[in-house]
């Protein structure tokens, strides 16, 4: 229960800066009600389901898992993997589903609108989100940003999911999903109009009958008024209900929400969640008809495996760097091609100077040896090169937790990008490796023409330091070899170009100390591979039962070490043993000590904002220092794992600061940390694998986050914007609050694509200890739509150099003006089946056209499997026509034909000529119908069903639909 002081607290505040969340289905809750997660997981996990058995009774495969609600990640894994017969990565799955559902969490955190929530009868601006929202995800999954597509898609499913929480759909007795939602072009009917009177008192606390018998019999739409702040609402109007919600004290008492089981309705909360799942569903559903299943399955993160991604120096001394690159790159792609260990996703960008990019991400190997093979060394200047932007290119384009790996010579000459750089490394935690060659004659080009060559002068140090700064900060490493030395180096690409990589245990000591280090091997872990890399470092290694092997030893009985330039790479014998070993380091100069090995045990974790109510949603920025904080830890891919430990380790020291941990079902956790560390660190968890499968005891196990976390002593926020139109300034305000009073921060702003940003050079605190400023954001006109842009605003405090950032991604959209979906006219159907149905086939001939919509993109068939053959003509009024011909087997007696729109709006087709149906709807169109789906009889040879009713019967049909 909360507690009347937290309210007081808040009003005494004031609204304006720390606003709770509107009220909503739960984001994280510990009673059985559905939360936004669940709900949202529910969804991932039953579509895919049913997409699977799709797949698996198309290949005639049988499919025999039941879609209820006792799906897991790992049971549809397996499912799925069976029906496409290549092994479905579960991780990615989890986090999939994890990201959408961050982002689903993030609106009741940020967007306080009526229409994000359905609140106070706003269904059409409501309905307008959604649509808009869908079109983004389809956009951004059309230029390959996933995480875009996932972070649109949250916010979607909240408001869409919010609808049923929030509306009196339930209560009319609605036995489907509200479709209109999705479909912009159906016309919102029955809404109850601004002097309808929609609730009564309720009988005490007793809610459930509130809701006005005349609203219930005209099957009037109406839907909770919300405010924190005022009581009053319109006459006779239901309110929302519950603790926060001033307007339900007022006439007519009580809510009508169903936000979980002891809301005012909560006794409909299972039934308004169910429905939410499977609104969610056909949402999905509409995604994958206009995507297709391949796209489809990257969006549910089912087909990521690894990314191979490469920044690439194309100055003139680079071109056996190039070739070298080319080499280790085409030797991974062509071992690995067909197997689980094949990279999913390729990404190149190019740099020199002044220029750099562009990015080069595809998921076609070919394209991308092409593209590599393009690249040639020519130039050089006289100047460091833009090594820093064509990184934050890759860090932008690339997906969450990427291995990064860039091959220069030069110093950068973009030190200005370093913050920003650094602030990308912690969003995305992404690991960086630099593969520099000569680093011994570490040039800035301009002192080239003075020594005639490559050679001369040494490095100056800070040249190197920036890139060895950058690596430690993400958990990667800084080689230095010689050109001559390279192949060797690159090693470590094809080491962490797998699938299923983890991090056990990393360590910075800048200065070198003496130091013993141990970390603990469990069964789950292969090809463990140590990495030190320093100024020749000394070190021994001791496996759990003491036999040692030193670091000049190149094959000894715990390992083969590859010396070259500054690395030493220790693979352990396969037959490495699990238990504690131990590290034994000597230097005196700066090094770094990295354990990694592949298994399907990892976790993903964030820092989440404590809301009013209990509920959490994800920080954008970093937390705040001396004070506490809380982490939301997943543990993938152990179905049998107990966490024992998460602690913050300091990233070059041993000070370590424990996590308290609670769980939130068998594999998330929240953990509180008391006080976020003046230091840099690193998340490490600790715990016990349990093996079912053996009677052995549970072993230990250690993950770590490669990227490193720090806190600062003032935040910025922002109002977060999902998409933005090209050529149009975007203005957005924010906020830096900070515990001092007074003081003047430096504020800079830039998008990792260098669209135009405008922004206050500084901000002053101020005695209250905050400031307000204005940032301009503008996409050349010319973005395509789709682009992935992230803004960091960044501040910094000039005294302490204490640095705050809050990181916002947008999606560059053009205005969406085509609501229409495509159109399906059947022209003839030629079916006469005798009882033995192989013996004959069946035709049928359609016009698919999309009125004055983009025009048809595609065509394909989603049920079905007769053949489809298309061509286009030209109709006497001028409009484009896709006449499409289906010819199957009567024995295949369905058919499902969906047509997608430039902008992806979706028509399908449904055709049947299974034996015709009696029952015949009444013609005309009901919005708001308790059945989402009828069938209606035509000509008594064929059916056509479709979800929502707008019906014409005659020999001719034509209808609108998807
Ligand atoms: C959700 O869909 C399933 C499958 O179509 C159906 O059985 C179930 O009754 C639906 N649930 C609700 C609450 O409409
Ligand atoms: C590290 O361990 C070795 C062997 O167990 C021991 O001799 C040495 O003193 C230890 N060094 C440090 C710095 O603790
Ligand atoms: C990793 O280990 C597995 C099994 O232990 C082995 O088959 C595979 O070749 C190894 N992969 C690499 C990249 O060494
Ligand atoms: C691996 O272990 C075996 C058996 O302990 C040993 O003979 C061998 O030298 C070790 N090293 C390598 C690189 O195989």
Not at 471 to 496: C, M, P, R
Request: charged content about 15%; overall charge negative; hydrophobic content about 35%.
């Amino acid at each position: 229960m909360v507690s009347l002081v937290v309210v007081a607290l808040f009003l005494l505040q004031g609204a304006l800066l720390q606003p709770p969340q509107a009220a909503a289905f739960k984001i994280y809750t510990t009673d059985e009600s559905l939360t936004h997660h669940r709900i949202t997981e529910a969804a991932f996990l039953r579509k895919m389901a049913d997409v699977c058995r799709n797949v698996a009774t198309a290949r005639g495969k049988d499919f025999t898992l039941p879609i209820n609600s006792k799906l897991t990640a790992t049971i549809v894994q397996k499912a799925c993997s069976n029906a496409f017969s290549s092994l479905l990565k579960l991780s990615t799955f989890n986090l999939a589903i994890i990201q959408t559902s961050i982002s689903n969490a993030a609106v009741d955190r940020k967007q306080f609108s009526t229409a994000h929530h359905f609140d106070d009868e706003d269904f059409k601006n409501g309905r307008d989100l959604i649509t808009k929202g869908i079109a983004s995800v389809k956009v951004s999954i059309k230029k390959g940003n996933y995480l875009s597509a996932r972070t649109s898609l949250g916010a979607v499913c909240h408001t869409l999911q919010d609808f049923y929480s929030h509306s009196n759909w339930v209560e009319l007795g609605s036995t489907a999903p509200f479709s209109t939602l999705i479909k912009p072009e159906l016309p919102l009917n029955n809404i109850a109009g601004p002097n309808t009177k929609t609730c009564r008192n309720c009988v005490g606390e007793d809610c459930s009958d509130n809701i006005l018998p005349d609203v219930l019999q005209q099957k009037t739409l109406t839907s909770g008024y919300f405010s924190l702040i005022f009581s009053s609402k319109p006459a006779g109007k239901c309110s929302h209900g519950g603790f926060f919600d001033r307007t339900s004290s007022r006439e007519p008492t009580g809510g009508i929400n169903k936000d979980d089981i002891s809301s005012d309705h909560g006794f409909l909360h299972k039934r308004a969640a169910e429905m939410a799942i499977n609104a969610t569903m056909e949402v999905l559903q509409d995604i994958r008809l206009a995507t297709g299943d391949q796209a489809f399955l990257r969006l549910m993160g089912l087909r990521q495996t690894s990314v191979l991604a490469f920044v690439i120096d194309t100055t003139g001394s680079m071109s056996d760097d190039i070739e070298e690159a080319k080499r280790v790159s085409f030797s991974i792609i062509d071992s690995r091609r067909g197997t689980s260990e094949e990279p999913s996703e390729y990404i190149l960008v190019p740099f020199n100077d002044p220029d750099f990019g562009p990015l080069t991400r595809t998921e076609d190997a070919d394209l991308f040896k092409r593209s590599i093979n393009s690249l040639s060394a020519s130039g050089g200047g006289d100047l460091p090169e833009m090594c820093l932007s064509g990184l934050l290119l890759a860090l932008a384009g690339a997906p969450q937790s990427s291995d990064i790996f860039v091959f220069t010579d030069a110093a950068a000459k973009d030190l200005e990008l370093k913050s920003t750089v650094q602030v990308m490394i912690e969003r995305t935690k992404s690991t960086v490796t630099f593969l520099l060659t000569s680093p011994f004659s570490f040039r800035r080009r301009r002192d080239v023409s003075q020594s005639q060559g490559f050679t001369s002068r040494s490095i100056p140090l800070s040249d190197i330091q920036l890139y060895r700064d950058l690596a430690h900060v993400s958990g990667g490493q800084a080689i230095e070899v010689t050109k001559a030395t390279l192949s060797l180096a690159t090693a470590v690409i094809t080491d962490a170009s797998t699938s299923a990589l983890v991090t056990l245990f990393q360590v910075v000591r800048n200065p070198g100390i003496a130091e013993n280090f141990t970390f603990v091997l469990d069964p789950s872990l292969s090809n463990v591979t140590v990495y030190v890399t320093g100024d020749s470092p000394v070190f021994t290694l001791y496996s759990p039962t003491g036999v040692s092997q030193s670091g000049s030893v190149a094959d000894g009985p715990l390992g083969s070490i590859l010396t070259v330039g500054n690395l030493k790479r220790v693979k352990l014998n396969s037959t490495g043993q699990t238990g504690e070993w131990k590290i034994s380091i000597d230097s005196t100069s700066s090094y770094s000590l990295k354990v990694t090995g592949q298994s399907s045990v990892n976790f993903l974790f964030n820092f989440v904002e404590r809301l009013e109510g209990g509920d959490f949603t994800p920080k954008a920025n970093r937390p705040f220092t001396g004070r506490n904080a809380t982490l939301f830890v997943s543990v993938t891919g152990g179905d049998s794992v107990t966490v024992t430990d998460v602690l913050l380790v300091e990233a070059s020291g041993s000070n370590v600061v424990n996590g308290t941990i609670k769980a939130l079902g068998a594999t998330d956790f929240l953990v509180n940390i008391d006080r976020i560390p003046e230091w840099p660190f690193v998340v490490q968890l600790k715990g016990l694998l349990n093996d079912s499968t053996t009677r052995s005891l549970p072993s230990r196990f250690q993950r770590q986050s490669p990227t490193q976390q720090q806190g600062s002593r003032f935040t910025i926020t922002a109002q977060p914007n999902s998409t933005i139109e090209p050529g149009t300034p975007f203005v957005l305000n924010f906020t830096l609050v900070t515990n001092a009073t007074g003081g003047s921060y430096t504020i800079r702003a830039r998008t990792d694509r260098s669209f135009s940003v405008s922004f206050p050079s500084s901000l002053n605190a101020g005695t209250e200890g905050s400031a307000q400023g204005t940032i301009t954001l503008t996409a050349p006109s010319n973005t395509e739509s789709g682009t992935d842009v992230t803004l960091t605003i960044e501040a910094e405090d000039p005294e302490s150099s204490d640095s705050n950032y809050v990181a916002l991604r947008f999606t560059v959209m053009t205005k969406v003006t085509d609501f229409s979906s495509p159109v399906c006219q059947i022209v003839s159907i030629k079916a006469d089946c005798p009882v033995e149905c192989s013996r004959a086939s069946w035709e049928l001939s359609t016009n698919l056209t999309d009125g004055n919509g983009t025009g048809i993109a595609g065509v394909s068939l989603s049920r079905g499997n007769g053949s489809l053959s298309l061509s286009n003509v030209m109709s006497a009024d001028g409009t484009n026509v896709t006449v499409a011909f289906y010819n199957a087997s009567c024995c295949s007696q369905e058919v499902e034909l969906v047509a997608v729109d430039r902008v992806g709006n979706v028509g399908t087709c449904f055709t049947s000529i299974k034996s015709p149906s009696t029952t015949v709807s009444p013609s005309g169109s009901t919005t708001v119908s308790p059945s989402g789906s009828t069938t209606v009889s035509l000509n008594g040879s064929y059916s056509v069903s479709f979800s929502m009713c707008v019906a014409l019967v005659g020999l001719l049909v034509s209808f609108l639909y998807g």
